[in-house]
């Protein structure tokens, strides 16, 4: 992963953070997505008479975006040496 595709997300958070930060960062970020699909996706399929998926896709989308922020910031956790 190239340094242009944690731009946004350093510039949002900065460099100064160690790694324990950055493992806690990226915990947090895997247990909103994890939320996420679970109260979007799960609550909408758990009732199969009424399932609205314009919900469904939309939470599934989140629960993406949340999971690939997750994994930027675990690779960001891989690259810091301070501990």
């Known amino acids: 992963m190239s340094d ?3 731009l946004a997300l350093r510039l949002l958070i900065g460099n100064s953070m160690n790694s324990r930060q950055w493992k806690n960062l990226s915990k947090y970020f895997y247990d909103i ?5 679970g109260v979007a996706v799960v ?4 009732n199969l008479e009424k399932i609205n998926m314009k919900v469904v896709a939309i ?5 993406i975006c949340f ?8 690779k960001k956790r891989g690259e810091t040496d301070d501990d």
Do not use: C, H, P, Y
């Open 59 to 63: 939470g599934l989308l989140a629960g």
């Open 67 to 74: 999971l690939l922020i997750a994994l930027f910031t675990d």
């Open 43 to 46: 609550s909408q399929l758990a």
């Open 4 to 6: 242009r595709s944690l």
């Open 33 to 37: 997505s994890k939320l996420i699909v």
